[in-house]
T-cell receptor, first 111, second 116 residues
């Protein structure tokens, strides 16, 4: 079955550390990929998306993600995290016009 | 700003009750979605609608039905609630017509339903 995998369910970092959250999808062909974030007590919101073109995508709040087709990956990165980045992060892929979601990664930033 | 609102933030119901969850969006979006969010499972699509009175099953439609009588409103119905339907329910909407577009999905705050 087509799926999206996020291998780290919980990540704890100190402020100013660099962040990389993994996301892999299981199918070939055209892919459209998203990262969403859910801050504590808030709605899910879009961080960034990839449809085509430059495989390095920049999003809000200093986040970026790199689409590597050969690795079926779309990892989320931030060079220096802040306490306010504490949230749950979801990777998703568009399949037949519906989103398939990963299980999410809970990120905790220690001040 | 797009606003998606859900009728309740928290709901407690008893097994066998009929439960209505309502979602309203104010941006004239064609597409609306109902998901459930469970720890370790991410979001799973229950149903979606790409137009008034149109609906399509998602990945886990069993035990649920939906209604879309007006463009701005999408209701999720649990005909006979069961304990395994205890979950967070999220509504989302997006513009673009059918097929559902590549546009950003805008989410409501969620309804945490507990079935006792």
């Amino acid at each position: 079955a087509q799926s999206v995998s996020q291998h780290n369910h919980h990540v704890i970092l100190s402020e100013a550390a660099s962040l990389e959250l993994g996301c892999n999808y299981s199918y070939g062909g055209t892919v459209n990929l998203f990262w969403y974030v859910q801050y504590p007590g808030q709605h899910l919101q879009l961080l960034l998306k990839y449809f085509s073109g430059d495989p390095l995508v920049k999003g809000i709040k200093g986040f970026e993600a790199e689409f590597i087709k050969s690795k079926f990956s779309f990892n989320l990165r931030k060079p220096s995290v802040q306490w306010s980045d504490t949230a749950e992060y979801f990777c998703a892929a568009l399949r037949n016009y519906q989103l398939i979601w990963g299980a999410g990664t809970k990120l905790i930033i220690k001040p | 700003d797009v606003k998606v609102t859900q009728s309740s933030r928290y709901l407690v119901k008893r097994t066998g009750e009929k439960v209505f969850l309502e979602c309203v969006q104010d941006m004239d979006h064609e597409n609306m979605f109902w998901y459930r969010q469970d720890p370790g499972l991410g979001l799973r699509l229950i149903y979606f609608s790409y137009d008034v009175k149109m609906k399509e099953k998602g990945d886990i439609p069993e035990g649920y039905s939906v209604s879309r009588e007006k463009k701005e409103r999408f209701s999720l119905i649990l005909e006979s609630a069961s304990t395994n339907q205890t979950s967070m329910y999220l509504c989302a909407s997006t513009s673009g017509g059918r097929p559902a577009s590549y546009n950003e999905q805008f989410f409501g705050p969620g309804t945490r339903l507990t079935v006792l």
